[in-house]
């Protein structure tokens, strides 16, 4: 196909329309090439030469000559279609003793037609949970359980859409029997081990309050000040021998899954300590000459985290992320100490026990939402089983 000097716009382009390989030459910045019927993201656009070629899928293909030896603001345009909405899975905790619960989960959706801005996303669809109805009012999703006495997970999807009618689904994960602190953060159910779980060491003998899954939800009105004075204080209880640092890490959701890696998985330490999971203007030194906590817990709202220390990392001086970064040259996969090397290999420990490299539980309750982290390797005949080398709360 040629251009001729008028405006030419050339159609006929779309998922289920044999075309074979076609050529568009002469073209320029009056002519439109009509693609309206794929989204951009399901065609591919690869330079050959100073040509473009178009791949369109099922053999078909669309060639515009030398569209790279054209000057930018005289190549043909090229018009490609909407992409649907992008719908992000929710986490809805509700404290046990109450029946009901909202979301708004427009909130971390995305529109990739937002250049419009009369294109609003709606929740057009829901379902219900299997322990609960779901509601749909305005933006908000509000779950109400079928029983009052229920407790723990549930799920439900929502359906949203944008003024083209593109559509995108995702769930809302309800955990019921939250416990929320005097400063108003939400802690999800731990799981109190029993004697005789694998996640116990034997070395350590009758070890009671071992826990696992420690993680929690910042809301909006979480009292930062509070939280941080109470952390502090309960620093004071930390007596370790090694510097540690300690931190908070994003997690999918309260088993500890990190971008679809699971707790005891390969690379998990390297996915939960990723600088786009670390909360990274936070750092909590402890044990060794003193206690130190620098920055504050902002910004973090509405998401899940739980904490980490890294034994033996409270050397390393700058932000966490910089320490993280020391830590990984040294030890690159996260790998157990020995009863040679523990004085010197740094460690990080997770409060999924899982995901530790001992594939023990490295944190005790000692009540009143305090816990405090074990920075010694279990199974090779070093460890206290103290568990005082990193003592925390958030109120």
Do not use: C, W
């Not at 060639?63 to 279609?81: E, H, M, S, V, W």
């Amino acid at each position: 196909m040629i251009a001729n000097s008028a405006a030419n716009r050339f159609t006929g382009y779309g998922p289920t329309t044999t075309t074979g390989k076609d050529t568009i030459e002469n073209a320029n910045s009056a002519d439109i090439l009509d693609l309206s019927s794929f989204y951009a993201g399901n065609i591919s656009q690869t330079q050959a030469g100073n040509d473009l070629l178009i791949t369109l899928g099922s053999g078909n293909s669309i060639t515009i000559k030398d569209y790279f030896a054209t000057p930018i603001n005289q190549r043909l345009n090229i018009k490609t279609g909407n992409q649907p909405p992008v719908a992000i899975n929710d986490l809805l905790p509700i404290i046990k003793g109450t029946t009901s619960g909202t979301v708004n989960p427009l909130i971390n959706d995305t529109n990739p037609s937002l250049s419009d801005l009369n294109d609003q996303l709606k929740i057009i669809d829901v379902t219900s949970g299997k322990y609960g109805k779901v509601d749909i009012n305005g933006n908000d999703l509000i779950y109400t359980l079928l029983s009052a006495t229920y407790v723990g997970d549930d799920t439900f999807t929502y359906t949203i859409s944008n003024k083209e009618g593109l559509i995108a689904t995702a769930n809302v994960n309800v955990t019921v029997n939250v416990t929320v602190t005097t400063t108003n953060i939400i802690m999800y159910p731990v799981t109190i081990l029993k004697p005789g779980d694998p996640l116990i060491s034997k070395q350590g003998g009758d070890q009671t309050n071992i826990v696992n899954n420690v993680s929690y939800n910042f809301p909006t009105n979480y009292k930062q000040t509070e939280a941080k004075t109470g952390l502090e204080n309960t620093l004071g209880q930390t007596s370790a021998l090694f510097q540690n640092i300690f931190g908070l890490y994003q997690v999918d959701d309260a088993t500890g899954t990190v971008n679809g890696i699971a707790p005891g998985e390969i690379n998990y330490a390297k996915a939960a300590l990723d600088k786009n999971r670390v909360v990274s203007n936070f750092t909590v030194r402890a044990g060794g000459a003193g206690h130190s906590v620098s920055g504050d817990l902002i910004g973090i709202e509405g998401k899940i985290y739980a904490p980490f220390v890294i034994a033996n990392g409270g050397n390393y001086s700058g932000s966490i992320q910089n320490a993280i970064n020391e830590f990984f040259k040294v030890n690159p996969n996260n790998s157990g100490a020995t009863a040679q090397n523990y004085t010197s290999l740094p460690v990080a420990y997770f409060s999924f026990g899982a995901a530790n490299p001992d594939g023990s539980a490295h944190i005790k309750s000692f009540g009143n939402n305090v816990f405090g982290f074990e920075d010694l390797p279990a199974g090779v005949g070093v460890s206290d089983y103290d568990f005082n080398d990193m003592v925390f709360s958030f109120g």
